[in-house]
């Protein structure tokens, strides 16, 4: 019985680190040869190209003479799938289409993706004075901007201690408080105002307004914004803004709800 347990962790522990290759292949280091694989990794290169062989056959990696491994086709395919399939991209995506609208500016779709926040659908007005840089596919930091804090106000209190105990010093460089409790409250402030505004924090010169959007169990699964260009909103129009994105917000957490029933 031991053994048998011993043998499933390898094997996990191999799965593991197989798609673990996978992370590798982010911001200036897209491509990547056999041999700066395995000095990365320190794998044998047995094992590496066992590894590289499953992900290639799965299309999720491709080599190029010359050039080395990139990831592969699948990843095209997937993403075309889950734009396509994904309940909460379907039901956000006419929410956000009516926001930009009327809302001048950018309407972010994100969910929590590990220690990050990750667009996974953008809608732009056509008269949008500026660009986003958080398109869809980009992660953000979890602790920065509306759209990743309206998320992480609405987190268990066991995972946000987590967090917090995991890096304390960033959770006080971004503003939210010098200790546990004063993180907390802050978020709670967050939480119950039912959305957050930001100026300037991850692109300066605009005003990320967001909130959250709950599954039918009520966690957080994500959170809907849009991003103003502007930095000097009158209270009023700020107010308009807010009360229509959690509006929306609101919306896309029932039509998930209403499918799930």
Same mark, same amino acid.
């Given at each position: 019985?031991?053994? #048998?347990?011993? +043998?499933?962790?390898? %094997?996990?522990?191999?799965?593991?680190? $197989?798609?673990?290759?996978?992370?590798?292949?982010? /911001?200036?280091? $897209?491509?990547?040869?056999?041999?700066?694989?395995?000095?990365? =990794?320190? =794998?044998?290169?047995?094992?590496?190209?066992?590894?590289?062989?499953?992900? *290639?056959?799965?299309?999720?990696?491709?080599?190029?003479?010359?050039?080395?491994?990139?990831?592969?086709?699948?990843?095209?395919? =997937?993403?075309?799938? $889950?734009?396509?399939?994904?309940?909460?991209? !379907?039901?956000?995506?006419? $929410?956000?289409?009516?926001?930009?609208?009327? !809302?001048?500016?950018?309407?972010?779709?994100? @969910?929590?993706?590990?220690?990050? &926040?990750?667009?996974?659908?953008?809608? +732009?007005?056509?008269?949008?004075?500026?660009?986003?840089?958080?398109? @869809?596919?980009?992660?953000?930091?979890?602790? @920065?901007?509306?759209?990743?804090?309206?998320?992480?106000?609405?987190?268990?209190?066991?995972?946000?201690?987590?967090?917090?105990?995991?890096?304390?010093?960033?959770?006080?460089?971004? /503003?939210? /408080?010098?200790? =546990?409790?004063?993180?907390? %409250?802050?978020?709670?402030?967050?939480? +119950?105002?039912?959305?957050?505004? *930001?100026?300037?924090?991850?692109?300066? #010169? &605009?005003?990320?307004?967001?909130?959250?959007?709950?599954?039918?169990? /009520?966690?957080?699964?994500?959170?809907?914004?849009?991003?103003?260009?502007?930095?000097? !909103?009158?209270?009023?129009?700020?107010?308009?803004?807010?009360?229509? &994105?959690?509006?929306? %917000?609101?919306?896309?957490?029932?039509?998930?709800?209403?499918?799930?029933?």
């Amino acid at each position: 019985m031991y053994g #048998g347990a011993h +043998q499933g962790n390898s %094997a996990v522990k191999s799965l593991e680190k $197989m798609i673990g290759i996978l992370d590798l292949f982010e /911001g200036s280091e $897209m491509e990547w040869t056999p041999e700066a694989l395995a000095d990365r =990794l320190e =794998l044998t290169r047995s094992t590496l190209y066992r590894y590289l062989k499953v992900l *290639t056959d799965a299309g999720l990696l491709t080599s190029l003479p010359g050039v080395g491994f990139t990831l592969g086709p699948r990843i095209a395919e =997937l993403d075309y799938k $889950m734009r396509h399939s994904d309940p909460l991209i !379907i039901a956000s995506r006419p $929410m956000m289409a009516e926001l930009v609208s009327e !809302i001048p500016g950018i309407s972010l779709l994100c @969910r929590r993706y590990r220690g990050l &926040v990750l667009c996974v659908h953008q809608e +732009q007005s056509p008269g949008a004075s500026f660009i986003s840089t958080y398109e @869809r596919g980009r992660a953000r930091p979890l602790l @920065r901007g509306a759209a990743s804090r309206s998320i992480l106000a609405n987190m268990p209190t066991p995972i946000l201690r987590k967090l917090y105990e995991s890096a304390p010093h960033d959770f006080a460089e971004a /503003g939210l /408080g010098a200790d =546990l409790v004063s993180v907390r %409250a802050t978020l709670k402030a967050i939480r +119950q105002r039912g959305f957050d505004v *930001t100026v300037g924090e991850l692109n300066q #010169g &605009v005003t990320g307004i967001a909130a959250p959007i709950f599954d039918a169990k /009520g966690g957080v699964v994500g959170s809907l914004s849009v991003t103003l260009g502007d930095t000097n !909103i009158a209270s009023e129009r700020l107010a308009f803004v807010a009360d229509r &994105v959690t509006f929306c %917000a609101r919306i896309v957490s029932k039509t998930i709800a209403r499918e799930a029933s």
